[in-house]
């Protein structure tokens, strides 16, 4: 079975690099095989949560994870930014509110 090539290029965000510093072993090996999903699948690999800024949410069941990410329409670049453990519907909000902002931010959009 041959290993396709990887067809988008994943940038972190400092946030999750921060996050990814202070990981354990379990959860980053969890982590890395979602970040490959991401890598190999882009976009599909989740679900659109925001269509106008193409902000994606994945999720693992066990432990519950949520990952979310940015794909760039005009290139092959995946922006992660942050992953949480799945809590409430409220602090997903909360999160979700904290991505777009930093997009805005980050990318010079207008909202």
Excluded: C
Aim: proline share 3%; net charge positive.
């Amino acid at each position: 079975m041959r290993v396709r090539d990887k067809i988008y290029e994943i940038k972190f965000d400092e946030v999750i690099l921060n996050q990814l510093a202070n990981v354990d072993g379990g959860i980053k090996k969890i982590l890395s095989k979602m970040f490959d999903r991401i890598e190999n699948k882009g976009p599909k690999a989740g679900k659109m949560i925001d269509s106008k800024l193409f902000i994606y949410g994945m999720k693992n069941k066990r432990p519950p994870i949520r990952l979310y990410f940015k794909h760039l329409k005009n290139s092959k670049e995946i922006w992660l930014f942050e992953y949480e453990m799945k809590t409430s519907e409220k602090k997903q909000k909360r999160t979700i509110g904290r991505i777009k902002d930093k997009i805005f931010r980050l990318f010079k959009l207008k909202s």
